[in-house]
T-cell receptor, first 112, second 113 residues
């Protein structure tokens, strides 16, 4: 079974803090994605990566950056957390030959 | 631009009722369509998918969906829901390169015993 893990299930940070969310997949998938999930808005793509050190902006990249130094690991960075970044963050991965994405459990981030 | 529209944000049903959740998409190319489900406190997981062939696809837990190309629709159905089907359901379509998906806003289903 594909397994996608995320570093924290719940996180509380203060405004202005730098926040790191980590995602690890164990299936050697080329593509990895970061979404945020908000009620009534579904999943919105923040960033994705199609290879080590390669990244592309998604639909809502402002206020975020990413890092992919190893194939299995994809990090989302909030450079200076703000209250409007309070959300559920989901990581997903897929092989290059498929659109079927496998999701992690999510990190519920609260910024106070 | 590609988009996915889910018609109902909240649906409330009694057990044994029939379910149909609407999904319409906008995409000009070859479509791959998905329904994902998120049970309370759990991962988003794949319910069913359509790539090609028979437009009526069957998924897990008795769910099925029908791809109607002329209507740009991929509605999810289940003949008789159970309390355990209480979850949020997301429709998605492939959106551009790199195996990206475009998701709908989701439909929250509550099934009452």
């Amino acid at each position: 079974d594909v397994k996608v893990t995320q570093s924290s299930r719940y996180l509380v940070k203060r405004t202005g803090e730098k926040v790191f969310l980590e995602c690890v997949q164990d299936m050697d998938h080329e593509n990895m994605f970061w979404y945020r999930q908000d009620p009534g808005l579904g999943l919105r793509l923040i960033y994705f990566s199609y290879d080590v050190k390669m990244k592309e902006k998604g639909d809502i990249p402002e206020g975020y950056s990413v890092s992919r130094e190893k194939k299995e690991r994809f990090s989302l960075i909030l450079e200076s957390a703000s209250t409007n970044q309070t959300s559920m963050y989901l990581c997903a991965s897929t092989t290059s030959g498929s659109h079927e994405q496998y999701f992690g459990p999510g990190t519920r981030l609260t910024v106070t | 631009a590609q988009s996915v529209s889910q018609h109902n944000h909240h649906v409330i049903l009694s057990e044994a009722a029939s379910l149909e959740l609407g999904c319409n998409y906008s995409y000009g190319g070859t479509v791959n369509l998905f329904w994902y489900v998120q049970y309370p406190g759990q991962h988003l997981q794949l319910l069913l998918k359509y790539f090609s062939g028979d437009p009526l696809v069957k998924g897990i837990k008795g769910f099925e969906a029908e791809f109607i190309k002329s209507k740009f629709s991929f509605n999810l159905r289940k003949p008789s829901v159970q309390w355990s089907d209480t979850a949020e359901y997301f429709c998605a379509v492939n959106g551009g390169g790199y195996n990206k998906l475009i998701f709908g806003a989701g439909t929250r289903l509550a099934v009452h015993p």
